[in-house]
């Protein structure tokens, strides 16, 4: 996308690299929240229109210390999958590409809080589950050869996981606006784990939305788990070659050598011209012809 390109143009140098690493410090804080004074949270820094407008700002930013579960047994479990996902993504998009699919997902969370808390009236209580998955949606797209091990005995391939979480989304989105509260279907759900209300609704739309619009406009290909390491084996041997000259530009961000000593770049063999990229863009950008 020509946007993203030149927003990364100009902005990439702020990009927050290896961002899921801060992320997960935080869930890891949350997770401490939690288990100190469980009502902590939703009382002083979930995401809570009313509160923000009343002067309460922080919650903006603080809601996203939410751990992805609150379990002893799979707090590390949840810590070290999410890692893996944002580490991943990020080595496929590039630290700013990555940083806009994270960020613009809180955003949105945000921006629709306010906006039906100011519309209707009605005050949702948003915390990053949604959002979390929204990033496993990502990863399941992009590897979905990948296998797990379900229950830690079960291999699974990510697609398939994907298409659960996928319908997940679709009844939570359904349930919540037509399932009455209370009803013998709404119970049921909450037994499958599915709580149909109008805010879940709400941010597992907002999150599905975001996938959507970042993920599948950017059209990017997809690459296999041996893709990955044969990259990192030609990255470690770009980094070498790049460690022996000083003229280097990117043709997309325009960044050289001299804007950090950790950037690589290589010439594009597949671009009609002498074109050079770094890490970032290398297997990302759009091929001149």
């Known amino acids: 996308m020509r946007w993203l390109d030149k927003m990364e143009r100009r902005f990439g140098r702020y990009a927050i690299p290896n961002l899921m690493y801060y992320i997960i410090i935080l869930y890891a804080l949350g997770f401490v929240v939690q288990v100190v004074s469980p009502e902590l949270y939703y009382q002083y820094l979930a995401l809570d229109a009313a509160a923000i407008l009343r002067g309460e700002v922080w919650r903006i930013f603080t809601f996203i210390i939410q751990p992805p579960t609150g379990s002893f047994i799979f707090i590390f479990f949840s810590l ?45 209580s948003y915390g990053t589950m949604y959002l979390n998955m929204s990033l496993f949606f990502a990863f399941a797209a992009l590897f979905p ?40 279907t709404w119970r049921s759900l909450i037994e499958f784990g599915i709580l149909a209300t109008p805010a879940n609704s709400v941010a597992a739309l907002v999150s599905f939305l975001n996938f959507i ?77």
């Not at 797990?148 to 996928?166: D, R, S, V, W």
């Open 80 to 124: 070290y999958l999410y890692y893996m996902i944002g580490k991943m993504l990020e080595y496929q998009w590039g630290a700013f590409r990555f940083n806009m699919y994270f960020f613009s997902g809180l955003i949105l969370h945000v921006l629709v809080c306010l906006a039906i808390y100011l519309v209707t009236g009605y005050n949702m």
């Open 145 to 184: 050869d990948v296998q797990f091990l379900l229950f830690f005995i079960i291999p699974i391939k990510c697609k398939y996981l994907g298409y659960a979480n996928g319908l997940y989304f679709i009844i939570t989105i359904v349930a919540g606006f037509i399932v009455p509260i209370g009803t013998p």
């Open 213 to 289: 619009i970042f993920f599948l406009a950017m059209r990017r290909s997809r690459f296999s788990p041996k893709d990955l390491k044969r990259r990192r084996t030609y990255g470690k041997k770009v980094k070498a070659a790049a460690a022996r000259s000083n003229r280097h530009r990117c043709a997309v961000c325009g960044r050289t050598e001299k804007d950090g000593e950790e950037l690589e770049f290589r010439f594009c063999s597949k671009c009609a011209g002498n074109y050079e990229y770094c890490q970032d863009h290398l297997f990302t950008h759009e091929h001149r012809k």
